[in-house]
């Protein structure tokens, strides 16, 4: 078989076909022989074993003419190796894109964290501002009327409740005597005493310049001018500073069943305007509604 391949491919003129495979010269000498010459066999072995390794090589070149290339192919070898390292490159290049990436998002996301609480911060002062008085700190008109005034309240509630409306009398004598900005120290510790008096589900509201409003829920008229008592003796009894003293006058009236709060504060600034010119540092009371 050996013999007839070495011809087909030498008929062929395949002389550039490589095999790769193993058939070198340790291969042993073999022969094919018909049934009829079987008797052959011993005197052919005989004359085999006869051949010298020199001839064995002889006849073996004669008849096998298949050289026996061991070729690697580093072409391929390089071009799988230069690909796996295109890979490598291009996964190594997009981590670090991904790193870099990553470290300014971080960045991004801290200074969008910073922003927020930023803006977060301001918002609060901003609903802070929108509902109180700078300079007193107490709750602004604004803040009133959208939360006791605008809203619809609940005419089903029976719980008495009173306003009060305090205003400073002579105030303008403070600030023409000592200065605005002592006037403003007067309204500031003014409030403090005010908050500090009442109790903690009363609104002071400072309503305008010297005026203020203490709405008290569930509190009944008596009470109510008991409490506008105790503020009147406090307020005489300090000193505000540089030893300015004041009095304040008060117009109380407890809510009458259905009626609105703006009628309560109507009918409460009506008896502030009789206090004050009744003499001025005293309690009016109103206890009859109005009719607009
Ligand atoms: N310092 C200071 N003064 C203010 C402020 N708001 C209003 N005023 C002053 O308060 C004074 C109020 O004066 P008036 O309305 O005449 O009242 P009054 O002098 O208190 O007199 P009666 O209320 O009648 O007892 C004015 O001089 C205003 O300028 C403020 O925020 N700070």
């Known amino acids: ?172 004598l403070i600030n023409d005597n000592f200065g605005h900005n002592t006037g403003d120290i007067v309204l500031a510790k003014l409030a403090e005493l005010l908050i500090n008096t009442v109790r903690g589900s009363d609104v002071v509201t400072r309503w305008g310049g010297e005026e203020f409003i203490i709405l008290c829920p569930k509190l009944a008229l008596q009470s109510a001018c008991e409490l506008c008592q105790r503020l009147a003796i406090q307020i005489q009894q300090t000193q505000f500073t540089d030893g300015v003293k004041i009095t304040c006058s008060f117009g109380v009236a407890q809510r009458e069943a259905n009626e609105s709060i703006l009628m309560c504060l109507d009918r409460a600034d009506k008896a502030l305007y009789r206090a004050k010119d009744g003499g001025r540092n005293q309690t009016c009371i109103d206890t009859k509604a109005v009719d607009f």
């Open 1 to 172: 078989m050996r013999g007839s391949a070495s011809t087909y491919i030498k008929q062929r003129g395949l002389t550039e076909l490589k095999i790769a495979g193993w058939g070198g010269p340790a291969d042993e000498l073999r022969y094919g022989i018909t049934q009829e010459l079987q008797h052959l066999i011993p005197r052919l072995n005989y004359a085999l074993r006869g051949i010298s390794e020199q001839q064995r090589l002889a006849i073996y070149n004669k008849w096998n003419n298949v050289s026996v290339v061991e070729d690697i192919d580093y072409q391929v070898a390089i071009q799988i190796l230069g690909i796996l390292a295109a890979i490598i490159f291009v996964l190594m290049l997009r981590n670090y894109n991904i790193k870099i990436y990553s470290q300014a998002l971080e960045v991004k996301n801290k200074q969008l964290e910073e922003l927020r609480g930023n803006l977060e911060r301001k918002n609060q002062q901003l609903d802070f501002l929108s509902a109180h008085d700078p300079l007193t700190k107490l709750y602004n008109r604004h803040y009133f009327n959208s939360q006791y005034i605008d809203k619809k309240q609940d005419e089903n509630n029976v719980e008495p409740m009173c306003l009060i409306i305090m205003d400073v009398d002579y105030f303008k």
